[in-house]
């Protein structure tokens, strides 16, 4: 049977901190980061393609801030609205119009923290799960009835898979990183499907992108420099929370997605070393 294990020159490492929210002036961006032994901080393999532009994310927030302006004016009461009955002074609704702006803007950020809190209670129960250990849902408290409802069904859906997947699990939620790149992270999934090697990865969000692949390739990679083992498949699997149901994503070439997450590391590196060297007049 496969096994996975440190090679002797790794052995003796290990995670003793994780920082997380850390914010960069020079990416604009809140960042991980792993300290693995006395190395230095390492990014995390997440932190490193946020670096890659999501133009899809980017157009979901302008929707989502529009759907929401939208909804609340049609409902506003209105002065100009002749059916309206309810009179405001003129610097009333303009300074409702600044509110509502505010309000706008902040919609898809809050979407996009109850989707992340989601995710975050299903990979923490799917972890212990595979552990054989129980978990209490971290953000219930924090759920309405349609986010519970999502979680639930998410836990569900890999629920299904695990039933109908034929998977030895060698690591759950262990922290590879790269000596050699400068990078860690933490892999769902590390299993054994009949004689390969595979690792998965969870999704619940509303689909899967190319840099989801990038991701477990440096996973993947991280796990070769390792433990000399080589790794078979990487798979991002999709659980549905929506219904009952998942899809798994097979990576054609996960060395070849491993390069697109080299670039974004280059960039991250380049934003932080700095571009430009400046001097005064």
Not at 51 to 72: C, F, Q, S, T
Not at 97 to 114: N, W
Request: net charge negative; aromatic share 12%.
């Amino acid at each position: 049977m496969k096994t996975l294990s440190l090679l002797p020159e790794f052995a003796g490492l290990e995670v003793t901190n994780r920082k997380d929210d850390v914010w960069s002036e020079k990416t604009q961006m809140f960042e991980r980061y792993y300290q693995i032994g006395d190395l230095p901080a390492m990014p995390s393999v997440t932190t490193v393609l946020d670096m890659i532009g999501k133009p899809g994310l980017r157009d979901w927030k302008m929707n989502k801030a529009w759907e929401h302006a939208y909804n609340v004016a049609v409902a506003e009461p209105w002065p100009q609205c002749p059916e309206s009955e309810v009179k405001r002074p003129k610097t009333s609704w303009r300074a409702r119009l600044d509110a509502l702006k505010r309000e706008s803007k902040a919609a898809g950020p809050v979407i996009m923290d109850i989707a992340r809190k989601i995710g975050e209670d299903a990979h923490a129960t799917i972890a212990a799960e595979l552990q054989g250990e129980l978990y209490t849902f971290r953000y219930a408290d924090e759920f309405d009835e349609k986010a519970m409802a999502q979680l639930q069904q998410a836990v569900h859906s890999y629920r299904a898979w695990r039933e109908e997947a034929d998977i030895l699990p060698l690591w759950t939620e262990q922290t590879v990183w790269s000596v050699e790149h400068h990078y860690a992270g933490s892999p769902d999934l590390v299993g054994v499907e009949g004689d390969k090697v595979v690792l998965f990865d969870w999704k619940t969000g509303a689909g899967i992108y190319p840099e989801h692949g990038a991701q477990v390739a440096a996973y993947a990679s991280a796990i070769e420099e390792l433990t000399g083992t080589k790794v078979d498949e990487c798979r991002v699997v999709h659980l549905f929370k929506n219904e009952l149901g998942y899809k798994e994503h097979i990576v054609e070439d996960w060395k070849e997605a491993f390069k697109t997450f080299q670039a974004s590391l280059h960039l991250f590196n380049a934003w932080h070393d700095g571009i430009f060297a400046t001097h005064d007049s």
